[in-house]
């Protein structure tokens, strides 16, 4: 059964600045963060062409096609990138991206792309073609050269840094990952991975640190089945150059009671989104999220925990670790303001 996005009544969609985005490295993760970025981009009510080129298992693709507003589009053959018909399923997909505003797109999103077209000058004519028809491109491979990425608005890298031998995670019960840095795509990338375990039949709880509430891809993850949207909202996000205030110091609370409860009431996977920004902002400890990280091993939960940066005490207890690093981003080169279902 298909399910609708949430419009918000009253809220202008974003202006068309035709921004390229790459996010390049771990290709698990770079496609994580794309397939949040169509949860949010749809949730601010704009229209989007999704077009995977790696081998598609179906996880990403049995909840995406059920959003009105993401256009899923399949390459038609499965296991194609193995069995040494990428270039076709590539031709395929590289036709619908071309021709793409034809449709009244505002957002393509090509993952995989990167590692999927041979040669640098068909990526570059598809950046070329989205900025001149006003379309939000974004992009996602193992690895990115100068020239893609001297082109785009946003890169971003995704490092792996820490990963612990699956037999140890199953020994120990439970895995931990937290997922920090400076570059663009952290929540989106979490918002990803909850598609992602809900479309493999997961039980889902995605509980948000700092915020309001209102991010654009709010309402979407509301609307899928497996996943669950907490945050206790009514405050602005927590300044990092400021103390916590009162209330501040209460909403980290009782986001942190969402969590343990989620333990408790079976989730399977629970994400943190910020605990880690909480942490560095004091409204979260470190002995508190080291006492988290037990309790979660201790009930065999995934957790999955995301911030600007972590502390090496907190670091030195996952299982995983990645590290979004910004190579580019367009608002420091021209003063770019925050765009509803893009920034947030």
């Not at 991206?97 to 570059?124: E, F, N, P, R, Y």
């Not at 937290?178 to 493999?200: F, H, Q, R």
Request: hydrophobic fraction near 35%; charge should be negative; proline fraction near 2%.
């Amino acid at each position: 059964m298909r399910f609708l996005r949430i419009d918000c009544a009253g809220v202008s969609l974003m202006p068309k600045y035709g921004k390229v985005h790459v996010v390049y490295g771990d290709d698990r993760k770079s496609s994580c963060a794309l397939a949040g970025g169509a949860v949010r981009a749809c949730g601010a009510g704009l229209d989007i062409g999704f077009i995977p080129f790696y081998n598609d298992d179906g996880s990403y693709a049995d909840v995406l096609e059920e959003i009105d507003g993401i256009d899923y589009v399949r390459c038609d053959s499965r296991g194609s990138y193995r069995n040494g018909d990428a270039g076709r399923c590539a031709e395929m997909a590289l036709d619908y991206a071309s021709t793409g505003s034809d449709g009244g797109l505002d957002v393509l999103i090509l993952d995989g792309v990167l590692d999927s077209v041979g040669g640098t000058d068909k990526i570059i004519a598809l950046m070329n073609y989205a900025t001149e028809n006003e379309i939000e491109l974004m992009m996602c491979g193992r690895s990115c050269n100068e020239k893609i990425i001297e082109r785009a608005d946003y890169v971003s890298e995704v490092k792996n840094t820490k990963l612990t031998h699956a037999s140890m995670i199953s020994r120990w019960g439970g895995e931990v990952c937290e997922i920090c840095g400076d570059g663009k795509g952290k929540t989106t990338m979490l918002v990803g991975e909850a598609v992602y375990s809900a479309g493999n039949g997961k039980k889902v709880d995605f509980i948000q640190f700092m915020k309001d509430g209102t991010s654009s891809e709010v309402g979407i993850l509301e609307n899928i089945p497996g996943i669950t949207y907490l945050c206790p909202g009514d405050h602005d996000f927590i300044d990092g150059g400021r103390s916590p205030t009162d209330e501040q110091m209460e909403h980290a609370e009782v986001a942190l009671g969402y969590v343990y409860d989620s333990i408790r009431n079976g989730a399977e996977v629970v994400i943190c989104d910020e605990i880690l920004t909480a942490n560095g902002c004091m409204s979260v400890s470190t002995p508190e999220i080291e006492d988290l990280i037990k309790y979660a091993k201790g009930k065999r939960v995934k957790l999955m925990m995301s911030g600007h940066s972590c502390n090496q005490e907190i670091s030195e207890v996952v299982d995983c670790a990645y590290k979004v690093n910004k190579i580019k981003h367009p608002y420091e080169d021209c003063g770019l303001q925050a765009r509803r279902g893009i920034e947030y």
